[in-house]
């Protein structure tokens, strides 16, 4: 085999390759954001988890692919080890379903109508169906379509030459030498591993093998070996991903791995067992029926992996003690830890994954911003140094919520959105915000905590009253806001505007009632000072709270939409506003 035979093989490994991947890409955009979305909300059992784990990966073309997206699911805590081991099984066995297409490679003929029928023919027709689509469709999923049926052309015009190139092995001394040293089955799987840990693909390494088996001289007890090492061999992918991710993670990358070993110790142990009693005559290179071709090649790995799966379903809840046994536990489970494990990395491929998983972090901050607003009125009521710690804590969080939020959605928006999807992250990027600016205003009130505790700064008791009531009020929408952003409440949304209108009629009288107190000399001026101060960040919180308010409305389908309710003063002149402001001003009246 000369210079020019190897560098023709070499350019059809990597049209196959490109084209593999390029009909990969092109069958999880057309499938969009469900396929994600299927595998996680429907692997509730075992049955449903093989079955789609084998469907979604017989889709997308890649077992790695989908238990990577596996190991991100489990890594944020959206799904169980269990749950997971069920998922990668189906893999193993979807990942079987790109030989068979491969197999139509061997659709040929000797002539007369049977040439219309011939590979070079039907790749014509995709290729040409799809370029076709690709420049005269002006709509993105057609484009999709017709990028499907593009790269399984180049796939194919891949698999010809690699074939073509490789034909005169069949007559090289040397490649049938060095094919009979894969008598050694251990051999033949380190080959496999090896051969599929380079190019990261176990459909690929089998569609390289079937070409192989079209020069003839590949023998079933050369293939075998082979297969079982290329099961193996897929396992590194998955395994690199789950660098740096949790326990879990770890536990189900290191889940595939297992899978794949004990299925080729396990079959290949009772295959090679057996062939030492019974000797298969398959194992015999004089016999016709042991030399493999492209279908049987894809028969064997198929077999193999159903075999694997159907031995290993029962024990699901042994391989979960078994990875768990290795991976311990971890001590630092605090709730930032779990939530920043949400924002998984391996999601932004799959944008409504990972927009998801924003708004659940998002849930959780606003929560914190809760807290911080609630330790901060404790605080100032009660001058207690715990509630007061809190707050400054609970700054520190919120802005590393905001830090990791803002990094990871920015990321995002680099993907393939949707207009929905855009408009979701936008709203996000705003929330997440105002939650961090709560939360500064919270501090904001600590500090003039410490600073009414160092100087011993006492109010009048009709200025407690006040504060007291505002205070209320504001602790109030902050826990709607939070609540409506959370459900997605639009008519609880709807109660914030009349309130935070309260809560700045409420700063006003407070301001002019101060200021009458002070010329009347019950308060001095260092009070009002910060009396004052108190004033503007409780308001500043009830305008945050209505900016995410205004968010939740627009994302809602009410009968005032969001556009109308920011824009105009319509909604003020409903019944239900003023039925809302009524009963608010009723509740925190400071007469």
Not at 28 to 50: D, H, P, Q, R, W
Not at 383 to 408: I, P, Q
Request: net charge negative; glycine share 8%; with cysteine.
């Amino acid at each position: 085999m000369g210079f020019v035979d190897i560098v023709t093989v070499l350019g059809g490994v990597a049209l196959f390759l490109f084209g593999m991947s390029v009909m990969g890409d092109s069958l999880k955009k057309v499938a969009g954001s469900k396929m994600e979305m299927i595998l996680y909300k429907l692997s509730g059992n075992t049955i449903k988890g093989i079955l789609l784990g084998t469907g979604v990966t017989a889709v997308i073309q890649s077992s790695s692919a989908t238990s990577v997206m596996t190991v991100g699911f489990v890594n944020s805590g959206m799904m169980k080890t269990k749950q997971a081991i069920g998922i990668i099984l189906g893999a193993v066995l979807g990942t079987s379903v790109t030989g068979w297409v491969l197999s139509l490679n061997s659709i040929g003929g000797a002539s007369g109508i049977s040439d219309y029928f011939s590979t070079a023919v039907l790749t014509g027709i995709v290729a040409l169906t799809g370029i076709l689509i690709r420049m005269f469709s002006k709509r993105t999923h057609t484009k999709n379509i017709g990028g499907i049926l593009l790269g399984f052309a180049v796939l194919m015009y891949g698999m010809s030459i690699m074939s073509d190139a490789v034909s005169p092995l069949k007559e090289d001394p040397g490649f049938i030498n060095l094919l009979t040293s894969f008598s050694n089955p251990a051999l033949g799987v380190l080959v496999g591993i090896v051969f599929t840990s380079a190019i990261q693909s176990a459909s690929a390494a089998v569609g390289i093998l079937q070409a192989l088996s079209l020069t003839g001289v590949i023998h079933f007890y050369e293939a075998f070996p082979i297969i079982l090492g290329i099961g193996i061999g897929a396992s590194v992918p998955v395994m690199l991903s789950a660098i740096g991710a949790g326990t879990n993670g770890k536990r189900t990358a290191f889940a595939y791995l297992l899978i794949d070993v004990l299925g080729a110790i396990i079959c290949g142990g009772l295959f090679y067992g057996l062939n030492a009693i019974f000797h298969f005559p398959i194992m015999d290179p004089a016999n016709g029926i042991s030399t493999m071709n492209v279908v049987s090649i894809a028969l064997v790995n198929t077999l193999y992996r159903l075999a694997t799966v159907i031995i290993l379903s029962p024990a699901l809840g042994l391989l979960e003690k078994a990875v768990c046994a290795i991976f311990k536990d971890e001590k630092d489970t605090t709730s930032e830890r779990e939530d920043m494990d949400r924002l998984e990395e391996r999601f932004l491929t799959h944008p409504t994954l990972a927009i998801n998983q924003s708004r659940n972090v998002i849930v959780s901050m606003s929560e914190k911003a809760l807290d911080s607003v609630k330790c901060a009125v404790s605080a100032r009521r009660d001058h207690n140094k715990s509630d007061l710690k809190k707050v400054y804590e609970l700054e520190a969080v919120l802005d590393r919520y905001e830090d990791k939020l803002g990094t990871y959605l920015y990321k995002v928006t680099t993907a393939d959105l949707t207009k929905e999807q855009s408009k979701d992250v936008s709203k996000y990027l705003r929330v997440l915000s105002d939650f961090e600016r709560i939360s500064d205003h919270a501090r904001n009130i600590g500090e003039a905590v410490e600073e009414i505790n160092d100087k011993k700064i006492a109010f009048s008791g009709s200025a407690e009253h006040e504060l007291s009531v505002l205070e209320d009020a504001v602790c109030e929408i902050t826990g709607i806001t939070i609540e409506a952003f959370a459900n997605g409440d639009v008519q609880h949304a709807m109660k914030v505007d009349p309130l935070e209108e309260v809560i700045n009629n409420l700063c006003d009288s407070l301001k002019a009632a101060h200021i009458e107190r002070v010329s009347r000399r019950e308060c001095t001026l260092e009070n009002g000072f910060v009396f004052n101060d108190l004033l503007i960040d409780y308001e500043r919180i009830a305008d945050h709270c209505a900016n995410v308010a205004v968010d939740v409305i627009e994302s809602g389908d009410d009968e005032i939409h969001g556009h109308e309710y920011h824009k105009s003063t319509e909604y003020k002149d409903t019944d239900l506003y003023k039925t809302y402001l009524a009963g608010y001003q009723s509740k925190y009246s400071i007469e």
